[in-house]
């Protein structure tokens, strides 16, 4: 069964909160990180986590966390 677009919404809400806490135990606080609103506009939803932009300290945290540091 294919979900709903409010389903869709509804998901991709969850996934942010779920990346938000995730990242924030390691550290790592994107102030950006959020539902792309341009992709919840249209008649078809697909909406996109827009992971926003960092300085270079908090992309640095990241990459060192991620491990290719």
Same mark, same amino acid.
């Given at each position: 069964?294919?979900?709903? +677009?409010? &389903?869709?919404?509804?998901? %991709?809400? !969850?996934? !942010? &909160?779920?990346?938000?806490?995730?990242? +924030?135990? +390691?550290?790592? %606080? $994107?102030?950006?990180?959020?539902? *792309?609103? @341009?992709?919840?506009?249209? &008649?078809?939803?697909?909406? @996109? !986590? *827009?992971?926003?932009?960092?300085? @270079? *300290?908090?992309? $640095?945290? $990241?990459? +060192?966390?991620?491990?290719?540091?």
């Amino acid at each position: 069964m294919a979900l709903t +677009a409010m &389903e869709r919404v509804r998901a %991709v809400e !969850v996934a !942010v &909160e779920q990346l938000r806490e995730g990242l +924030a135990r +390691a550290g790592v %606080v $994107l102030p950006s990180l959020r539902i *792309d609103p @341009l992709t919840c506009a249209g &008649e078809v939803l697909f909406p @996109l !986590v *827009d992971l926003g932009r960092c300085n @270079l *300290d908090m992309a $640095l945290r $990241l990459a +060192a966390v991620l491990g290719t540091t």
